[in-house]
């Protein structure tokens, strides 16, 4: 099994369960969250654009207040089997690519085990 760690925009989020719901992944979590990227910007410049009021509300000033400050995102994560990895990472990257900066991130992680907590039986499938 493998985990699938997506930090997407939050205007992504009901595209990205749409999608995955009509491709038959049912089953994921997802939590509003705070961060940033690792891109580095000209502080001073920042500061002199958002002083004048010159720093536009979108993607682009988004790009450029990132490295002084914290963005909404959302966390989403879910679980599949090692074969439908791949077409999960896939479908989540079609919901949220928009080719600018901040579109997001994907991890995939393995998962060695499971339980059901109602039984406390290991749990081998996925759902």
Known sequence: MKEIIAIIRPNKINTTKRI???????AFTCRSCLGRGKKNADTELVAALMQAGELPRDVIGEHFTEATRLIAKRLFTLVTSDELA?????????????G??????????PIEESYRVRDGE??????
Not at 86 to 98: G, P, R, S
Not at 122 to 127: K, N, P, Y
């Open 122 to 127: 290991a749990a081998d499938e996925v759902f």
């Open 20 to 26: 995955l719901m009509e491709n038959h992944f049912p």
């Open 100 to 109: 600018n900066p901040g579109d997001g991130k994907i991890f995939v992680c």
């Open 86 to 98: 791949d077409k999960a990472v896939k479908l989540i990257i079609e919901a949220n690519q928009t």
